[in-house]
């Protein structure tokens, strides 16, 4: 009882979620490519909605029908899944006849399951009938084999196809495809678990819990840019779904324990229910630092702190006189962590009323922002002083291509900004404001590895202009000293001069009198 009461919660959960996210991606204007992703969680839903009518089933004629009802909307599923990826990457003459040879197979199989909902022939399922501790699971008929191959087929060619283009991707579709590979390892893998008792295999489906989780994630990475890190949510994702089977593990060793023990003692009603929980939460937070920290040892070898990389560069603005060698040695350490081709820093010339390159780091090649120079009037210079905040080149381009573009400052001015950036491959201008003046850019270039540049990163970038905001004071207030003080002693010499030529002029008329007389 208590096994089955953990299965009807999670398609519960199941339920819940995605009608949530169907909500939500109505009320948002996506994309024509998301369609399919709300297709397919309406038949993640439909599928969800019948796994728990046939467990809370307990006649058998209610049963086969639940089972005949979650099929109409598992066989789409998967179907649905590989058209979304297909349109998220690209359509192609060979991804089309992909298509259309699952799309034939999947309206075959719906003529099967539906003649057999309503006619009684058994092309699809040929019965459900107890397996474990399930009342009822389904039997498969001639035609199920299919299906079959659909659920191993698919997964296999959309992960392919997905990393394939993530070799090649960078920047947001780079981090969304990061999203995608891991939720479809995890649900499909896990959703695979169904497969086999219904080929007699006796291991319980477990893995349907990591089925909420694969879309979910899917949900965030298409509707969102950067909410937080991408490798936060990666990293939580894993650790969670390592931690959830750890609890479906512990459950089933109590389960099992209790029962063989019944004879001997009377446990109460759902104690392996919250002996589990009791467990589960006892240990939560050990598991929960030591699968983390094994996730980064292993899977995020380029993760950093950001809070200690910014103590880092506070302390070499500190221990540095010199603005120059302060600023070059600030902008390798930034460079060499965030691991961008570029990096260049430029400061508003007062008298010239422009932005000069004052220092530059490049990992790889020649950078067009080399000889970056830019005057009041250039585009970039405009926009940053509108916005007033850090501007990403690829999600400007995605604002601009979007038809809702109301918090754009100004559209004709973002898309002049756009086209520079490109131009001069930059990839993010971090603005620096000294009284609503602005007063320094820092410029950087894409990742080597194509990644996106997470919350971390933008955080790491704030607190860089923000430190440099006092060095750049510190540095104009001491040029200012050293200009008065070469002005006093230019000054002086000038007094000292005059003086000099003074008792000289003295000297000589004193001499000319004696030499007259």
């Known amino acids: 009882m208590g096994v089955l009461l953990f299965y009807k919660i999670n398609y519960l959960i199941v339920i819940f979620c995605s009608c949530g996210l169907v909500i939500f991606l109505l009320q948002k204007k996506i994309k024509k490519d998301f369609f399919f992703f709300l297709l397919l969680n309406i038949s993640l839903i439909i599928w969800a909605v019948g796994r728990y009518g046939l467990l809370v089933s307990e006649a058998h004629s209610t049963a086969l029908f639940w089972a005949h009802i979650l099929y109409v909307g598992s066989i789409f599923i998967y179907l649905f899944f590989l058209h979304f990826i297909y349109a998220f990457l690209g359509n192609s003459t060979y991804r089309r006849y992909v298509l259309g040879i699952f799309y034939i197979n999947a309206l075959f ?6 003649s057999d909902l309503f006619f009684g022939t058994t092309y699809f399922l040929a019965d459900v009938e107890p397996k474990l501790f399930f009342s009822f699971y389904e039997v498969p008929g001639k035609f ?44 499909f893998s896990g959703g695979g678990t169904i497969l086999f008792l219904i080929y007699n295999i006796p291991i319980q489906p477990f893995g349907v819990l990591l089925v909420v989780v694969q879309f979910l994630a899917t949900g965030y990475a298409i509707t969102r840019y950067r909410l937080i890190g991408v490798r936060v949510i990666a990293e939580k994702i894993i650790v969670y779904s390592f931690l959830l089977l750890f609890f479906t593990a512990s459950f089933s060793a109590i389960k099992f324990i209790t029962e063989k023990c019944a004879i001997y003692i009377p446990w109460p009603e759902f104690f392996d229910i919250f002996a589990s929980v009791a467990f589960f939460i006892s240990s939560f937070s050990y598991l929960d630092k030591k699968i983390e920290s094994l996730v980064n040892k292993f899977l995020f070898k380029s993760y950093y702190d950001y809070k200690e990389v910014a103590q880092r560069i506070s302390g070499i603005i500190v221990s540095n006189i010199d603005f120059n060698l302060m600023l070059n040695q600030a902008l390798t350490l930034i460079a060499e962590t965030l691991k961008v081709n570029s990096v260049s820093f430029l400061l508003l010339n007062e008298e010239f009323k422009k932005m000069v390159l004052k220092g530059a780091f490049h990992l790889e090649g020649e950078n067009s922002s080399m000889n970056l120079d830019l005057d009041e009037k250039h ?3 405009k926009y940053l002083s509108k916005s007033r905040g850090v501007i990403i080149a690829e999600e400007l381009r995605l604002r601009l291509s979007e038809n809702g573009m109301g918090d754009l400052v100004d559209v004709a001015l973002a898309k002049k900004m756009s086209e520079k950036m490109a131009e001069l491959n930059l990839y993010i ?11 320094a850019v820092v410029c950087f270039g894409n ?4 990644d996106i540049f997470d919350m971390d990163d933008i955080k790491l970038l704030d607190s860089f202009a923000n430190q440099l905001s006092l060095a750049i004071e510190n540095f104009i207030a001491y040029e200012e000293i050293k200009s008065k003080k070469e ?10 001069g005059r003086e000099l030529e003074m008792i000289n002029m003295k000297k000589e008329l004193s001499q000319l009198k004696k030499t007259s007389l």
Do not use: D, T
């Open 487 to 496: 002005q006093l002693e230019k000054s002086m010499k000038l007094m000292v």
């Open 109 to 114: 199989l719906s003529w099967a399951n539906l």
């Open 379 to 381: 585009p970039i210079v």
């Open 144 to 187: 199920y084999f299919l299906q079959l191959l659909s659920n191993l087929l698919i997964p296999a060619i959309a992960v392919v196809e997905m990393i394939r283009e993530y070799r090649h991707s960078f920047g947001i579709k780079r981090g969304q495809l990061r999203y995608l590979i891991l939720a479809s390892f995890l649900g």
């Open 429 to 439: 201008c971090q603005p620096i404001f000294k009284n609503e003046k602005l007063l």
């Open 447 to 450: 990742k080597l590895n194509g």
